[in-house]
Nanobody, 124 residues
């Protein structure tokens, strides 16, 4: 089992940047595919980005490609989401999630563990 704690959210103006972090407990962090999802008020949770266990493979939602970068540091049990050129439509609660499958998946119900979320608000 793994516990996930997100941090780094906040209020930023459009065009600004934020870096989210997700710290995982346990000694098997490198066994998990890690993903970032977000949920805006009144909307369903949606995929943002995911990264393979080694970090060699990544996937992104079309809406964030070229602006967001997912990375991980297995020595620090942490996954990151670097966000640049933020837009008001990026406003949401951002969640990290862990999945024990080998392949990088993008569907929320494929993930086994979730953090509590961190709010990102982008003002226009």
């Amino acid at each position: 089992q793994v516990q996930l704690v997100e941090s780094g959210g906040g209020l930023v103006q459009a065009g600004g940047s934020l870096r989210l972090s997700c710290a995982a407990s346990g000694r098997t962090f490198s066994s998990y595919v890690m993903g970032w999802f977000r949920q805006a008020l009144g909307k369903e949770r949606e995929f943002v980005a995911a990264i393979s266990r080694s970090g060699a493979r990544t996937k992104y939602a079309d809406s964030v490609k070229g602006r967001f970068t997912i990375s991980r540091d297995n020595a620090k049990n942490t996954v990151y989401l670097q966000m640049i050129s933020l837009k008001p439509e990026d406003t949401a609660v951002y969640y990290c999630a862990a999945d024990l499958q080998f392949v990088v998946v993008t569907t929320p119900n494929e993930y086994d563990y979730w953090g509590q979320g961190t709010q990102v608000t982008v003002s226009s």
